[in-house]
């Protein structure tokens, strides 16, 4: 086996080391979310070899990044991408790419230190360490008799009864007054978000029904 082929192979392997720690022991554990990681791991393989195969054949890394504008015109037919993990998958992507360059160059300890500091950011950013993070959620509300400002602390203490969540405040959006309903997207602090399997989206995509549980 060639030396150029086992430095690819080696550094293809350190590569899937360093997405794995990140996909499977930061990101997986705090999400449960499956529905990204074969595009994670599959996009961080992929884009490795090919940078590989570029600079093994002392082509232009431009070449590189001109298949990677491809993805710019191409829409996956899914749910948009919420942005922790859009930028997951840039992290997922520009990982090849700096490995495939540190590694042809020898680079080893730039490397080791980059990839060492990624993951340790990453890390500490996940579990929210020195951080105070707001989660939002959109909700419909039955309750229009008190989305007026005069009763903006009645609406907030009702909806922290009925949510039980540590509401501070909350944006009224569409307004139905035939079926006297009101879109509203609350925002809380919750420190247990970063902590629960099931974390609450923190985009406001979520959306749940508040109906009344008793009549006044």
Do not use: C
Not at 8 to 28: E, H, K, M, Q, S
Not at 50 to 79: D, H, N, P
């Amino acid at each position: 086996m060639s030396t150029e082929l086992t430095t690819l192979l080696v550094g293809a392997g350190l590569n899937l080391l360093v997405t794995l720690v990140i996909v499977r022991f930061v990101y997986y554990p705090l999400t449960q979310d499956k529905n990204y990681v074969f595009t994670f791991m599959a996009f961080n393989t992929m884009i490795y070899f090919v940078l590989g195969l570029l600079i093994k054949m002392e082509m232009s890394i431009g070449i590189g990044f001109g298949l990677f504008a491809i993805f710019s015109v191409l829409r996956y037919r899914t749910e948009e991408m919420p942005p922790r993990e859009m930028t997951y998958l840039f992290i997922i992507m520009a990982l090849p790419v700096m490995n495939s360059i540190l590694i042809a160059n020898s680079a080893f300890a730039y490397l080791f230190l980059t990839n060492t500091l990624i993951v340790i950011l990453l890390f500490v950013l996940e579990k929210g360490w020195g951080f105070r993070y707001e989660a939002s959620k959109r909700i419909t509300y039955d309750r229009v008799e008190w989305i007026a400002p005069a009763h903006t602390e009645q609406l907030l203490a009702d909806l922290r009864h009925r949510t039980g969540l540590p509401i501070k405040r909350a944006e009224i959006g569409r307004v139905d007054f035939l079926h006297d309903t009101a879109d509203i997207k609350i925002y809380y602090d919750d420190p247990t978000l970063l902590n629960s399997p099931k974390r609450l989206s923190q985009s406001g995509s979520a959306t749940e029904v508040i109906s009344q549980s008793s009549a006044d």
